[in-house]
């Protein structure tokens, strides 16, 4: 469960949706905390950072991470569905051979279609993009391996008050793109790697 405070002088309808969040699943792979909010964007908004933990990647350096916003606005702005609009950013470090494909951007954002199919969230109007990043060293940065990186921003506008299935599926997404599999709320795997 995450805890924030939840403000009493906010619309019902905003204060309902950010109890829904409250009680989102969280997987054991990833740490979320609440981090300051965009003020101009909307009138009233939560935003979340979310990484995978560290211990877990089997590597050193950068691992999935990621932000989620919670908008809401009295009046839908235009190319909304409804009051709220959430917008994400998920990345992952990739391999090489992995970020030259084309088609990685394809599959990444039916991730997140998939997963929010999953999660039964309710939404319309979604939109987004996704960017493949090849990276290559040169002079005193020459020594550094070259790396690429994935990264989707996408944004939809949540049809009900539960705001939880969005949340889980952008949790979801940024397993997914760290290598972690995607699997149906309740379900876990067994870890043979000795791995916690």
């Given at each position: 469960?995450?805890?924030?405070?939840?403000?009493?002088?906010?619309?019902?309808?905003?204060?309902?949706?950010?109890?829904?969040?409250?009680?989102?699943?969280?997987?054991?792979?990833?740490?979320?905390?609440?981090?300051?909010?965009?003020?101009?964007?909307?009138?009233?908004?939560?935003?979340?950072?979310?990484?995978?933990?560290?211990?877990?990647?089997?590597?050193?350096?950068?691992?999935?991470?990621?932000?989620?916003?919670?908008?809401?606005?009295?009046?839908?702005?235009?190319?909304?569905?409804?009051?709220?609009?959430?917008?994400?950013?998920?990345?992952?470090?990739?391999?090489?051979?992995i970020g030259a494909d084309e088609e990685i951007s394809d599959v990444v954002w039916a991730w997140l279609n998939e997963a929010l199919e999953n999660r039964h969230a309710e939404f319309g109007a979604i939109a987004g993009t996704a960017t493949r990043i090849m990276s290559t060293g040169y002079g005193s940065l020459s020594a550094q391996h070259d790396h690429a990186e994935l990264e989707l921003r996408a944004s939809w506008s949540p049809l009900t008050t539960d705001i939880a299935g969005s949340f889980e599926a952008w949790l979801d997404l940024i397993c997914i793109m760290s290598g972690f599999p995607n699997l149906p709320a309740g379900i876990s795997t067994i870890d043979f790697s000795g791995r916690r």
């Open positions: 469960m995450i805890e924030f405070d939840v403000p009493s002088d906010a619309p019902a309808e905003f204060r309902v949706a950010l109890e829904s969040l409250k009680h989102a699943a969280i997987r054991s792979e990833i740490d979320v905390e609440t981090i300051p909010a965009p003020t101009a964007i909307a009138s009233h908004a939560i935003t979340f950072k979310a990484n995978i933990k560290e211990n877990l990647t089997g590597v050193e350096g950068d691992a999935g991470t990621g932000r989620f916003v919670m908008l809401w606005e009295p009046e839908p702005q235009e190319a909304w569905a409804s009051r709220f609009r959430v917008v994400i950013f998920a990345k992952s470090p990739l391999e090489t051979n």
